[in-house]
């Protein structure tokens, strides 16, 4: 997972590399370079973040050039490691993103040959080839190096001899074209251009582009000219900045009342009482499904599990959540099930290789994405987007609780369809659908509260989370966003399951928060409380607001407001992130970038 | 030449309006304040702003990051403690002369292009006020100003100072000597030049306006709408009836039945009707929701709001998030109120309703009363006196 750009143009390249590498660097931050064609073509690369190498970095002249900011696959994390590479001429750079897995013959036949690498990275490599290959003409050569490439690659290319042209190539790793006027550029992703320009070209699989000041050719496989249509992006540039806040993940957290009403729009129709999509997903919600497959990563995985929960519920259909990695090898096809890809990005490597296997099987898919124009959306049979707008902080917040949301209009839908609610509980649904962005409200406005709770954590060892039915799921995401932002142990246990086995675990120096909700289970969960308490952990309970119960039996209370029913799951949520966000910030940890994770996760 | 925007103030006066967001990210014509000043400063050709923030500063910077391609640096003053000590923010990123301006009045874009064009090294717009002593009152003399005076006792004078001032770069070094003896407002500062001898040039602005309390908000919102031209996206209903300037927003649903008279604003993602009347002058923000039977008038209604069905709306003000159920009616009528130690008799008022209330069905609020953040009312109440942020009425 690594973040490429390049760019032809008439700025100073360096400035321009530079300050595109910043709003790249959630793709990796381990070491990064730059490589810019003036006279001459020089290199500067460095390990560290990218304002390291922005501080170090002499003036490098020229208007054409690549940088890229990595996060190690192959190779340790070392300056030789760096990218770009360079051809032994020292007139070819070349920068990549993703993985070559048959690096190691195609290195053995160079050394025969008698080149000598610099580095351990599988990216030398492609470096070498095209320098063999390179007769005069760049895109010649990358299309010739390709060819024998296995493995996955968004890559960009400049030589010397043609200061004129970038070359960039695609598989099975992003890569976008950027248009500006009298400049052009290649990127991972659409944040790092956002400053210069909204319109994008997509590239699929196997093409090559060639990029010139005021012009963008793409070629397919058989070198064959293809006609690429231009997106305008809608995502604004000051969407992909903090705006005041002290962190990325604050302002995510923030800004979930306006992403949830994005999730909504034009979807929940409060006075058609109606649950709206395009057709093309409502043909594939409606015909005879025996059963739902989700597949997902990370967070993501988690979000499907509390999307399980809400489909069933309202649907009585049985919904399986696999991890993509595993079902891509293990799971099960049916044609009769529709399988549901829930990925951020829209490039999580093993969640597109699931859809790619159930596609390929005969099952409908549906990704449920972030990123419009993602490869999630191009190999899918219908996409619904989540309409959260970038998201920068590693941690997923607001495209979690997005996330979720999707799922539970799918629910609805599929209800609808199949008649299992009646129309006024269907309105009834609608309308807190309609209240949450308040409710969220509601729950920032005890920021304060929650830090004080983060406080009497921030020196634990360990923090279990607990949770019944649909907050099971929560527990676990709630886990998941502690350990990984403030490198705290964490996990999230069904509280029915406490008893068999994690309860050796328990001391009072572990302590519990649970998920209190007056559901059917409220009881059961005051008792495990009471377990547990007997054991000498301290207690945080997370419970509704006109819930005077809980008070003696918790020793702190974090409040939801009570009226949303099964939709408890997003405020809740919300305290778990502000939770996990303070305990970070209070141990001084690097919020926005944790140790050795990348956002989104493009390698398998 | 760059332009100071001073938006860091809170304005209390305006509560419970500005309990999460500051004074100039108010709605009017579905705009933040804010919005409307700053277009008016990049139409008279500034293209670069130095914005002081405070009061919740990141609902102001999350909105206007890198606004239409304006160059915006955000300095902050910590403390509200005066326009002058606020100026004095920006000091270093100001090479050369400079206009300053709050963002929480409304100027129009000719009267800064006079003011820049003016040869002055120092000037100042003023306008003509009906009640001039609420705000620094000012004496001119052959197009110079003569003296300058902060809200005096007695009604005098006739012209007001807008606080829109073309200053060169030495006037940090006079403010930071004022600002040392204890004085943070910008009119001593003005004064003070005047002492020393400089001139001051005068220039009578075309439209400046200004909002004080939150019945403000609705007279200001009525004149920014009166040209509202039409302009119509989103879904509109067979038999529905559109008037005059009336703009409607993308995904908004206008349902069969309803009929609407410009000047009326209504944004995007709303779904109103059937059978909803809309009269001027009314502006409906992002996402709100106005049932059946519903009639509005001259009135704003924020984002995400809900109105239930067969309710009366008129010169009234719905926050953010509130949740309204069916058949509440607004008073119309005038008041009573206290400001400022004095009584004033208020004309045309309705309710002003704080964000996120929850208010139950036929509940009737009299004219002016106004109702905090995040209120709770029963059903079939009559609201007499304001209420405090966070109250349950059963």
Redesign the interface.
């Known amino acids: 997972m690594c973040g490429i750009i390049g760019y032809n143009g008439f700025r100073e390249a360096d400035k321009v590399l530079i300050d595109c590498l910043k709003r790249l660097e959630y793709r990796g931050y381990d070491s990064a370079g730059i490589g810019v064609i003036g006279k001459k073509l020089k290199i500067f690369k460095e390990v560290g973040e990218i304002s390291k190498l922005e501080k170090e970095i002499p003036t490098l002249d020229g208007d054409i050039g690549i940088g890229h900011t990595r996060w190690a696959t192959h190779g340790s994390v070392t300056r030789e490691n760096a990218h770009p590479h360079i051809s032994q001429n020292k007139k070819i750079a070349v920068i990549h993103n993703g993985i070559i897995e048959n690096f190691k013959e195609l290195k053995e036949e160079l050394e025969k040959k008698g080149i000598k690498f610099n580095s351990a990275t599988d990216t030398e490599v492609i470096t070498h080839l095209i320098s063999n290959y390179y007769k005069g003409d760049l895109e010649d050569a990358v299309y010739s190096a390709i060819k024998k490439l296995k493995g996955s690659y968004a890559i960009a290319v400049v030589c010397e001899d043609e200061p004129e042209k970038l070359v960039g190539a695609r598989n099975e790793s992003p890569l976008i074209i950027g248009v500006g006027d009298n400049e052009n550029f290649i990127a991972s992703d659409i944040p790092a251009l956002l400053?210069y320009t909204n319109r994008v070209i997509y590239l699929d699989d196997g093409e090559i582009c060639v990029v010139s000041k005021n012009s963008v050719r793409v070629l397919d496989e058989n070198k064959k000219e293809v006609n690429k249509k231009v997106n305008l992006i809608k995502w604004?540039?000051?969407d992909a900045?903090k705006?005041?806040?002290p962190h990325f993940m604050l302002?995510e957290i923030?800004d979930q009342p306006d992403s949830i009403?994005q999730v909504?729009?034009?979807r929940a129709?409060?006075?058609?009482r109606t649950i709206e999509f395009n057709e093309k997903i409502e043909n594939i919600l409606s015909n005879g499904l025996d059963s739902i497959h989700i597949v997902a990563c990370g967070t993501s995985y988690y979000s499907s599990l509390a999307g399980k929960y809400l489909i069933e519920k309202l649907t009585n259909i049985p919904v399986f959540v696999e991890l993509a990695s595993e079902y891509r090898y293990f799971g099960t096809r049916n044609e009769k099930s529709l399988i549901i890809g829930v990925t951020q990005s829209g490039e999580t490597a093993d969640t597109l290789a699931a859809l790619k296997e159930a596609r390929n099987s005969g099952c409908r898919t549906l990704v449920v994405t972030n990123t419009i124009g993602s490869t999630a959306t191009r190999i899918s049979d219908a996409y619904i987007l989540s309409q959260s707008g970038p998201e920068i902080c590693v941690a997923a917040t607001k495209t979690f609780t997005s996330q979720i949301l999707v799922l539970f209009l799918i629910a609805l839908k599929i209800a609808m369809i199949k008649n299992t609610i009646g129309t006024d509980e269907l309105y009834n649904y609608i309308l807190q659908l309609?209240?949450l962005?308040?409710e969220i409200?509601?729950v920032l406005d005890q920021n304060n509260e929650i830090l004080k709770v983060a406080k009497h954590l921030k020196n634990c060892r360990s923090v279990f989370f607990i949770g019944r039915g649909i907050n099971y799921p929560l527990s676990l995401e709630g886990a998941l966003k502690l350990k990984e932002i403030s490198y705290i142990h964490a996990e999230g246990f069904a509280a029915g399951e406490l008893k068999h086995g994690p309860f050796a675990l328990l001391t009072k120096f572990t302590p519990v928060v649970a998920i209190v909700t007056n559901d059917s289970t409220y009881d059961k969960i005051i008792a495990n409380i009471g377990e547990i308490k007997a054991r000498g952990p301290q207690v945080i309970a997370i419970a509704e607001d006109n819930d005077t119960e809980i008070d003696k039996h918790a020793d702190f209370i974090l409040r939801f407001p009570s009226n949303l029913d099964l939709l408890s799951c997003i405020p809740i949520t919300v305290i778990l992130q502000l939770l996990a966000y303070h305990v970070a910030n209070l141990r001084g940890c690097p919020i926005d970038k944790p140790r050795n994770l990348a956002k989104s996760v493009t390698v398998e | 030449m760059k332009a100071v925007i001073l938006a860091a103030g809170e304005g209390k006066r305006l509560r419970p309006f500005t309990e999460t967001m500051p004074k100039v990210m108010l709605p009017v014509a579905n705009k933040p304040i804010l919005e409307h000043v700053i277009d008016a400063v990049k139409n008279s050709g500034i293209n670069e702003i130095i914005m002081v923030v405070g009061y919740k500063k990141e609902v102001i910077m999350d909105y206007f990051k890198d606004y239409k391609k304006i160059k915006i640096t955000y300095v902050e003053q910590d403390k509200q403690l005066g326009t002058a000590h606020a100026l004095l923010q920006a000091k270093k990123h100001v090479k050369n002369s400079f206009i300053v301006l709050a963002g929480d009045n409304f100027i129009d874009q000719n009267s800064i292009s006079n003011l820049i064009k003016n040869d002055s090294e120092y000037s100042i717009l003023i306008k003509e006020h009906p009640h001039p002593s609420k705000y620094g009152v000012v004496f001119i003399e052959k197009n110079n100003l003569k003296e300058i005076v902060e809200k005096p006792k007695e009604e005098r004078g006739k012209f007001i100072s807008t606080g829109i001032y073309k200053l060169p770069k030495t006037i940090f070094n006079k403010i930071e000597e004022i600002t040392s003896q204890g004085t943070y407002a910008l009119s001593s500062v003005a004064q003070s030049i005047i002492n020393d001898g400089k001139q001051i040039n005068t220039i009578l602005a075309d439209c400046w306006m200004d909002i004080v309390y939150p019945w403000d908000l609705i007279q200001v919102n009525e004149s920014m709408i009166h040209n509202t031209t039409a302009s119509v996206s989103g879904v509109i209903e067979k038999g529905v009836t559109i008037k005059g300037g009336v703009s409607i927003g993308k995904d908004t649903k206008i349902y069969s039945g309803c009929y609407i008279v410009g000047p009326v604003v209504v944004g995007e993602g709303c779904e109103i009707g059937p059978n909803t009347c809309i009269f001027p002058s009314t502006t409906i923000g992002d996402n709100s929701v106005i049932h059946p039977f519903s009639e509005i008038r001259n009135s704003v209604i924020m984002d995400n709001a809900h109105i239930g069905s067969s309710s009366f709306i008129s010169n009234s003000i719905i926050a953010r998030g509130s949740i309204i159920d069916n058949n509440f009616s607004s008073v119309p009528g005038s008041s009573t109120i206290e400001i400022d130690h004095e009584f004033k008799q208020l004309k045309n008022l309705g309710a002003m309703i704080g964000e996120d209330c929850t208010i139950g069905s036929h509940v009737v609020v009299d004219p002016g009363v106004i109702i905090g953040r995040k209120c709770n009312i029963a059903p079939i109440k009559r609201i007499t006196k304001n209420i405090s942020s966070g109250s349950k009425v059963m």
């Open positions: 400053r604004d540039f000051k900045e705006s005041g806040f302002k923030y009403t909504l729009r034009g129709s409060e006075i058609n309609k209240e962005p308040r409200r509601q």
